[in-house]
């Protein structure tokens, strides 16, 4: 069926939700029409990282809480989820957009987690090396510097990637450790398990009124647009702004173009 409306609205989502629909193929059609269209990549996603077996069969589905995690001069506070491939949650997805575009960059990035971001280093050592009696370091690290285990097993990783062992480290090493523990991540989840999407049709093809200058009459709103939100909330808001903003400059478009 073919149709010729007075104006077009086009909403048609990112590619993160293919079960639902939206599966970006309306970006080749775009991109075959002249339209330019950024590339459509996993954003507010998890990463990859290559756990150890123990960590990775103990842990899975673990959550890493009053964390904080910084990456490229950033720093956000929130919580993790260690996943059977890597990490993700809220904590996780504030960082998204930079570790996506390191990884993409150099094939890597690594991500500085504080275990407890709240304590000073100092005070940490000073824990640390009250006397142990007959404690195990486990027993300290989660008695005296109150870490879960999931995130001492996160220690243990840090620990076994530079080819020690936690129990070697000195005090002073182990508790600068606590809080920068280097994850090594190595690739974004894939598109399909992201909960939103960049890149999508550039700026530079929408007026004002996010109406396409080559398709006069034709709008765009929402995630097809190349933009990203930290967070689902803000994607929702953006969203339904340049929806409505796109609706009433079509409304306005056919009140304009009325014939006599």
Known sequence: MTIRPD???LALGGASWPRLGSDGGWAEIMAKSGIAVSQLRPANCGFAANWSAVF??????????GIALSFGGQSVRGEAIV???GLEGGGIYALSAPLREAIA???????????????????????LDAPRGKQ???????????????????????????SAKLSALSTTSLAGLINAVPIRLTAPAPLASAISTAGGVAFSEIDDNFMLWRRPG????????????????????????????????ALAWCRSHRSP
């Open 7 to 9: 104006a077009l609205i």
């Open 83 to 85: 996943t059977r491939d």
């Open 136 to 162: 195990s370091l486990a027993n300290v690290l989660r008695k005296a510097v109150k870490l879960s285990p999931p995130a001492i097993g996160l220690l243990h990783e840090a620990a076994l990637a530079s």
């Open 218 to 249: 034709v709008f765009v709103a929402g995630e097809m647009l190349d933009w990203e939100a930290p967070t689902g909330g803000y994607l929702l808001q953006a969203s339904f702004s340049t929806g409505a903003a796109a609706g009433r400059a």
């Open 105 to 127: 960059a150099s094939g890597e990035a690594t991500l500085a987690i504080a275990l407890r971001p709240d304590i000073a280093a100092t005070e940490v050592q000073r824990a």
């Open 56 to 65: 990775r069969d103990r842990f899975e589905g673990h959550p890493l809480k």
